[in-house]
Nanobody, 123 residues
Framework: VQLQASGGGLAHPGGSLRLSCAASGSPLDFHAIGWFRQAPGQGREWVSSMVVRERTTLYTESVKGRFAISLDSAKNTVYLQMNALKPDDTAVYYC?????????????????WGKGTLVTVSS
């Protein structure tokens, strides 16, 4: 599975961005997808996951109610809609796929990774 993340950029506090994770090589229905982020000087943090075939979604506490993960099956693309952005959301965001439909919050459990996309939240 090849993953391509995009959609990062600069947003003001309270603003919104939508990240995309386009997949090729395998239908996403076979996988669990995770979004992670890494702030400067920090470790990689789990943000959200989806078991695609079940549409089960999970979020880390700090983004619940603000972020939403979704799927466009026709485009084989997963999105992360980020609303009410805060400066603490500033990070490089990565999408990743587990080879099976197993949801996990541990980065090392994911088999495929896209290149990151930078999100900067600043006034």
């Amino acid at each position: 599975v090849q993953l391509q993340a995009s959609g990062g950029g600069l947003a003001h506090p309270g603003g919104s961005l939508r990240l995309s994770c386009a997949a090729s090589g395998s239908p996403l229905d076979f996988h669990a997808i995770g979004w992670f982020r890494q702030a400067p000087g920090q470790g990689r943090e789990w943000v959200s996951s989806m078991v695609v075939r079940e549409r089960t979604t999970l979020y880390t506490e700090s983004v619940k109610g603000r972020f939403a993960i979704s799927l466009d099956s026709a485009k084989n693309t997963v999105y992360l809609q980020m609303n009410a952005l805060k400066p603490d959301d500033t990070a490089v965001y990565y999408c990743a796929a587990h080879r099976y439909s197993v949801v996990t919050t541990t980065p090392r459990d994911y088999d495929y990774w896209g290149k990151g996309t930078l999100v900067t939240v600043s006034s």
